[in-house]
């Protein structure tokens, strides 16, 4: 199965509305889908979703790189020697983490749609057949807008993901109550600060997180505060009951040994695309499992590409300790892939097609490419 083709495809993908959480707003994305073809004919699909907030990668440095060192190391190889080809272009390049997520992606979707099965099935297989997925409701500064748009996730989803970090910690705490308020009791709350509290912030807000029903606190204190984080959790889950899930701490399978030496999380969030791709992120997965720490799937709000990679992950992931993080391409204007994912009570079914399971529409492709074709 030897790759006779690699093509970084930059998007012009918005989102239908600001979205906002930790420090930004983001108001449209840099997306960029990889594909290669192979000569079997057969062909794959990644997508990398940088969030300059996380790595120093922009559409234009992806796009560059892969149209070129990447295409250049792979054209002629055999897409079946997924490690070999990823750890070339590792060896060279650090902390290309969203890059890195769209060639893993494209080269298990290419082999598995060449063998005719599943991106889980070729991974080992699945655990599950539906994800539980959460409602993302964001930040706003006026807790009625938060609870507004709580009700209105509520409708769909059982668990709702807020944000506070970026108001005061009095304001940031209303808004959670006041989304509490609009929703009634039977909705568990994830809360993620992004790394924006001081231990201080934790320690005067745990009480009040408890009796709003945060049931998961992502990255309280800042990444790079190992006992900072491992102070957090001690109170969040020592006298609260509150899981604390280690997000931006995690970046590579070793951070989790970091992180579960220093005590600074209760749960791992794996996110595919921040960690490059399912295959470093099952490798964090099972350091996580040695340690004895649950996990979750995170996201970064990507499209479809992406998303289908992430609910392949999810599928063979032994057990999940929250909702993931999977419903990013409902909060974009226009959509790159069908089918169109469709949560239903809370739930979206891991696609059982081959590969990735979904398929790039190419009319949308040729609408949102912002490149000359
Ligand atoms: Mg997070």
């Not at 959670?176 to 609009?182: H, K, M, Q, T, V």
């Not at 649950?294 to 032994?318: D, I, K, R, S, T």
Request: proline content about 5%; glycine content about 10%.
């Amino acid at each position: 199965m030897l790759i006779t083709s690699v093509e970084a495809i930059p998007l012009r993908a918005e989102l239908s509305q600001p979205f906002r959480f930790g420090n930004i707003v983001r108001t449209r994305s840099q997306n960029v889908l990889v594909k290669i073809t192979t000569d079997t004919g057969a062909t794959g699909w990644g997508e990398a979703c940088p969030v300059p907030q996380l790595t120093a990668e922009t559409q234009a440095s992806v796009t560059a790189l892969v149209n070129g060192e990447v295409r250049q190391a792979f054209v002629g190889q055999d897409a079946r020697a997924r490690h070999a080809l990823l750890a070339a272009v590792n060896r060279v390049h650090l902390g290309i983490h969203f890059t890195m997520a769209a060639l893993d992606t494209a080269l298990l979707d290419v082999v598995a749609q060449g063998h005719g099965m599943a991106v889980s099935d070729l991974l080992g297989g699945r655990v599950r057949e539906q994800v539980e997925v959460h409602g993302s409701v964001g930040w706003d500064e006026d807790p009625q807008a938060v609870a507004r748009t709580a009700q209105a996730y509520a409708e769909e989803f059982t668990w709702l993901k807020l944000y506070a970090g970026k108001g005061t910690l009095d304001a940031d705490l209303r808004s959670i109550e006041a989304a509490r308020e609009a929703v009634g009791a039977e909705h568990p709350f994830l809360l993620d600060i992004n790394g924006l509290w001081t231990v201080t912030d934790v320690v005067r807000a745990g009480p009040r997180l408890r009796e709003a029903g945060v049931q998961l606190i992502e990255q309280p204190v800042h990444p790079a505060d190992p006992l900072g984080n491992a102070t957090a959790t001690r109170i969040l889950l020592g006298e609260h009951g509150i899981d604390v899930a280690a997000d931006e701490s995690i970046r590579d399978p070793a951070d989790v040994a970091a992180v579960a030496r220093a005590g600074a999380a209760s749960v791992i969030n794996v996110g595919m695309s921040k960690m490059g791709g399912i295959t470093p992120a099952l490798a964090a997965a099972q350091v996580a499992a040695a340690h004895g720490l649950p996990v979750m799937v995170g996201g970064v709000v990507e499209l479809g590409v992406a998303n289908a990679a992430g609910l392949q992950l999810a599928a063979v992931l032994p057990a999940l300790a929250a909702p993931s993080y999977l419903m990013g391409p409902l909060k974009y204007a226009e959509q790159v892939t069908s089918p169109v994912i469709a949560p239903q009570e809370s739930r979206l079914r891991v696609p059982t097609g081959p590969g990735l399971g979904v398929t790039v529409d190419e009319d949308a492709l040729g609408r949102l490419r912002l490149d000359a074709h």
